[in-house]
């Protein structure tokens, strides 16, 4: 079993936000963690990220993948073409928001095969905040009633990341992924 993270655009790197220590602590109880800053992080490509994920980072069947922000709209596509082992979506969304450099990204173009989304993969834990600043709260909350998430929704978490409460540390995800694979997590 695998974990990949997918960090967000906008010049967002491996090393930031909690990514790398969710990845210590993952590691730590066994699981294969793949952390790496993706090619194109600017705008983040489809075309660039979904071939990326699939041939250099070997994401497939023996895979979870973690995604936030931009990321989370990386995993659900990437679910939508091929089968995976569970997903986690942090900030997730499922419009260009009205932003520019979303919609150059390519992941709005077509239609969501939600059904898909679902169908390839056994589990989709979601995390959204009512307080950020990017993503409306329905956005997520819509994201949660197509893909019937194992939803998590909190007032002060901003983006998970960058700002609010969440800096470094995420160990709420942690124990969800764990739980998901039948690992006792450390309390």
């Known amino acids: 079993m695998k974990v990949v993270f997918i960090h967000g655009n906008g010049g967002c ?13 993952l590691g730590r109880h066994g699981l294969e963690v793949v952390l790496t800053t993706l090619p194109d992080n600017e705008i983040a490509h489809q075309a660039v990220w979904l071939p990326f994920l699939r041939n250099e980072l070997q994401a497939g069947a023996d895979t979870i993948l973690i995604g936030h922000s931009s990321g989370a709209i990386a995993a659900m596509r990437f679910a939508e073409q091929c ?8 900030a ?11 919609r150059v990204g390519g992941w709005f173009d077509t239609p969501w095969d939600w059904e898909a989304i679902r169908r390839h993969q056994q589990w989709i834990i979601q995390y959204a905040s009512v307080d950020d600043p990017f993503i409306p709260i329905a956005e997520a909350r819509y994201v949660h009633e197509q893909l019937q998430t194992e939803y998590h929704e909190y007032t002060d978490q901003n983006h998970f990341g960058g700002g609010g ?13 764990l739980e998901k694979c039948q690992i006792q997590p450390d309390r």
Do not use: C
Not at 13 to 25: G, I, K, L, Q, S
Not at 83 to 90: A, D, E, F, N, Q
Not at 92 to 102: F, Q, R, V, W
Not at 166 to 177: D, G, H, I, S, Y
């Open 13 to 25: 790197t491996a090393e930031m936000h909690w990514y790398p220590w969710v990845a210590e602590m």
């Open 83 to 90: 089968p995976i082992i569970g997903s986690v979506i942090v």
């Open 92 to 102: 997730g969304y499922h419009t260009d928001l009205g932003m520019p450099d979303e």
């Open 165 to 177: 409460k969440r800096k470094t540390r995420f160990p709420e995800l942690v124990n969800a992924v």
